[in-house]
Every structure is written in C-alpha cells, then in structure tokens.
C-alpha cells in the first residue's frame, strides 16, 4: 500500500494510492474516524487500522466522492510534524564512505557500528517545498538521496532476526547538509539541521510491497542531471542492524523516522566540488517509491 498526506479543501488528509494512481482520501471517507486523521494515527492504531484502510482501499470504486486524482492535490510530507527528531544514519554505503575519504585527505574507514545522528522536526518539508538556501549560513549546500523507513511498531533490545517486522514502510528523504556549518565541529546536528534540510516523501509504502532492497535503487538528481545511484542493498548496516542498534536503551515508537544513508556521488565529493545554487532543483527518487521533488531557494 502507498499511503499520503495531502491538502485538500482546506485541510490535510490521510490518503492510499488505489487504480489508476488514483487517491481514496481515507480521512473524509472514515465519517471522522481519527484513526483515519493521519499516518501517525494510523500507525497508533496498530495491524488493525492498516487492515482496514487496506479493506477500504479494495472497494474504492472510481468516481467514489471520496476518491481524487492524484494530480488534484499538494501532496505534503507524509509525517507533515513528527513527533520526535527524524534519526538519520551516516557512512552507510562504501562508496559514500570511499568518496568522502578522498574528498577531505583522510584514510579509508568502514564503520563496524552505525554513526547516528538527528534532524529536528522542523527540518521537515514535503514535495514541492523550497531547500532554503541562506547565505548567512552557508556557500555549501550539498545533498544527500536517502531510502528512510517508517516505524510502525515500537519496542527497545529489538533483535536484528525482529527488526523487519517492526517496519510499517518506506519512503525518501534529502538529507541536506551545509558543509561548511557540518565541518565546523565533529556533530553534525547544526549542519543538518536547518529548517528545510529533511524534505520527506513523496509516499510510504508498505515493507509488505518493496519487498528485497536489493532491486531498490535510490538515485539524485540536480536539474536533470543524475549525481548519485546506487542500490540500496549496498547498504554497510541493513536496515534491521540498523533498528537493532539504535533501539539498544533507546525505545524506538510507532511513527519514528530513520534515515538509512547516502551511496556517494554528494556535491563535495565531486571534482571540482559543486554545491547548490538558488533556482535548482533536486529530485530525489527510488524504485517503488517515486520521486521526491524540491527547489533551492535563495533567502
């Protein structure tokens, strides 16, 4: 299942992709169910609201009022306000780690456990939204295609052999980063933090239907022009190590957002380096998924 959030009639919705990529707005069509509001309540309410959106889904017929075409509404980030900071994951893939090795004159070092950090939650933005660009801040706005999954239910000492069943979904995350702020202190929070620096979508879906991430490919581009590919099954820490680590004292929550790193091909690592300029746009994109996409915008 492919679920959204939308705007729509002057409200935000929860939304499942049906025929024809056509959308059944489950929050109008629940009769103000608010396990239907949005994919947080959903997530709360746990097997049996999936269950049954999944059954609505089914006898959505086309031309129900409450089903709309795709191209009739903004879609938003699917968590528009999580209710934590997004966790992200660094140095997870060889070829990030390689390339970002020769990028600053350092020896080549494959992590033997996952590097965590967060974004705050008003880093989140969804399709469409701009990437601020402040000058203030920063001349090296980079970026980062990352497969980033959903938790759907919580726990903490989750074994990696317990991990994937504690997956609700997939979907696409930007971790932009200013490298210039990144580089000033060995945390990278600050750096990647900013408002505007986790654009989030532009769907989940279900772990039920991505399936091996092995046939995933995640790949970015800047204006046409594509600067990373890789498949996601080159990840160093797959991601049930990665829930098996991070829940280690740390009590992971339906809705919880993890970000699973980038392959190389970021704009520092280029040759020379190219960053971000006002007027760009990034599409992030990955099979199964779709494409997330966002300008950079000069304030």
């Not at 992971?252 to 699973?260: A, Y």
């Amino acid at each position: 299942m492919r679920f959204v959030t939308f705007d729509r009639d002057g409200g935000t919705h929860l939304g499942v992709h049906v025929a024809d990529g056509d959308i059944l707005d489950l929050t109008t069509g629940s009769g103000g169910d608010p396990v239907f509001g949005s994919l947080l309540s959903l997530l709360d309410g746990g097997p049996d609201a999936l269950a049954q959106a999944r059954k609505r889904a089914e006898a959505a017929q086309i031309g129900d009022e409450n089903v709309c075409r795709a191209t009739d509404v903004v879609l938003r980030s699917p968590i528009p306000r999580p209710r934590k900071n997004v966790f992200c994951v660094g140095m997870n893939y060889r070829s990030h780690v390689e390339q970002n090795a020769r990028a600053l004159g350092l020896p080549v070092e494959i992590p033997d456990i996952p590097l965590f950090f967060s974004k705050p939650v008003t880093a989140v933005v969804g399709p469409g939204e701009p990437i601020i660009l402040d000058p203030r801040l920063t001349e090296k706005l980079d970026y980062e295609v990352e497969l980033t999954m959903i938790i759907g239910r919580g726990g903490t000492w989750i074994s990696e052999a317990d991990a994937p069943g504690h997956i609700f979904g997939y979907t696409l995350a930007d971790d932009v980063s200013a490298r210039d702020l990144q580089s000033r202190t060995s945390q990278f929070f600050y750096g990647k933090g900013q408002d505007s620096y986790c654009p989030l979508g532009p769907a989940v879906v279900t772990a039920d239907e991505i399936g091996d991430l092995a046939a995933v490919e995640t790949e970015l581009l800047v204006n046409g022009e594509v600067r990373q590919r890789e498949s996601a099954g080159n990840m160093i820490f797959s991601p049930a190590a990665v829930i098996s680590h991070l829940s280690r004292g740390i009590t992971l929550e339906p809705g919880d957002i993890v970000t699973l790193g980038t392959p190389g091909g970021c704009g520092y690592q280029m040759t020379p380096p190219v960053f971000l300029r006002d007027g760009d746009v990034v599409e992030c994109r990955a099979t199964g998924i779709g494409s997330l996409v966002n300008p950079v915008t000069a304030i």
